[in-house]
């Protein structure tokens, strides 16, 4: 059995940012050989931060060493001839190619995947683009702003009365890098039993609007459109982000009668939870509609119990009783977590900017555990790739150099 599950896989990756370094991040953690190629001034998430001391340092880049562990980087200018004729030596002897250009761009390079096909034709090309490799916005600018917009996701955030908003960091982008992944495992997969490479497209807005859990099928199903509803979700209001004693936590108090297994069945959960059981026989604690209805007088109804209680004291009761309650976290809060440190989710791993706990894997296996080893320095892997394996030859290293990299 192999130590690791992808070790025998060879990615040579040219995309930058988030999207495609995530997607190949996962697959280099499990053991495969990913090759980062990057510019002459590197990935530009190395100029992003954040920088120890918020001074910049592309060696340094919390993003750019988060994304890119367990890699091996070179430097190389591919949009020029000299570059392609370099990278296409890589591509003979990789199982993948990830690259995060629109197809205008790609094809001006002779890097799209009908370019590469005929002589690679095991190969596969997975493209990551803020809409796609075709139709009208395939040469359309895009980010994760972009992508949560275009999802529709973000019409549904927010307060009604105000503008629609997002959620915090990268979402649309992560959320691509990961449909990214599993597109490329999926390809494998297909070769490994039937042989021949594939086109793995995938767009941001599609990968985020591919996460709505019922927008879409509200409007085909019922003609109706969502609204934005006081950070309230749909189903069983009020679920609700609302303040404790010392800080945030999310509510759910389910349906109204749902049994509680601390309580007989004439008792809903959340009167157990303030402790009056008086409160039961309020119709906002039996009767879901009456809340959707009455959701303000609901808060008020429970505001001296938050404002007295810690989130994790509510936390705990809650969950005794079976209410999925959660706490908001800083990521202070996070990084103290007694279960994510029970289970070993942050690992430390020691790098230019110093030692740093960082996220580790989203998902484990126990025989083939993910390994996390720190990103490269810029350019680190050029003698070893690009003079050093068999079928290249040192003028492959003047084609970076002659360029002004390292």
Sequence with gaps: ????????????????????????????????????????????????????????????????????TSKRSITLDVSVPSGQVVLRKLLAKADVFVCGEKTSTLRAWGLTYDDLRAEFPDLIVAQVSPFGADGPYAEYDGNSLTAMAMSSLMY??????????????EAG??????????????????????GGGDHVDVSMAEAAAAADEY???????QGAIRRRYYSRHIFGYPNDIVKAADGYLVMIPGAGGFPSPLAGDSVSPM???MEDPDLDQSPLFRQTGERMIRWRDF?????????????????MTAQALRMPFAPV??????????????????????????ELRVPGAPFRM????????????????????????????????????ERGVR
């Design 1 to 68: 059995m192999a130590d690791r599950a992808l070790e025998d896989l060879r990615v040579v990756d040219v995309s930058q940012g988030i999207a495609g370094p995530y997607a190949t991040r996962l697959l280099a953690d499990a053991g495969a050989d990913v090759i980062k190629v990057e510019p002459p001034g590197g990935d530009y998430s190395r100029r992003l931060g954040p920088f120890p001391g918020d001074i910049p340092d592309a060696e340094q880049s919390g993003l750019y060493l988060h994304l890119n």
């Design 215 to 221: 927008n879409a099928a509200m409007y085909a199903f």
């Design 271 to 273: 009167a157990l939870l």
């Design 366 to 401: 126990s025989a083939t555990p993910l390994r996390a080893s720190p990103a490269p320095a810029l350019g680190a892997a050029n003698a070893d790739v690009l003079a050093g394996e068999p079928g290249n030859d040192g003028a492959d290293v003047t084609v970076p150099s």
């Design 173 to 194: 982008e992560y959320i691509a890098g990961v449909q990214l992944w599993v597109g490329i495992l999926a390809a494998l997969e297909n070769r490994a039993a039937h």
């Design 329 to 354: 976290p800083s990521a202070g809060d996070l990084l103290q977590d007694e279960h994510l440190a029970a289970r070993g989710f942050f690992e430390t791993l020691a790098t230019p900017a110093g």
């Design 156 to 169: 549904n955030t927010g307060e009604p009365d105000r503008e629609p908003l997002s959620t915090g960091g």
């Design 299 to 315: 808060d008020k109804l429970i505001e001296p119990y938050l404002s007295t209680h810690s989130a994790a004291e509510i936390v």
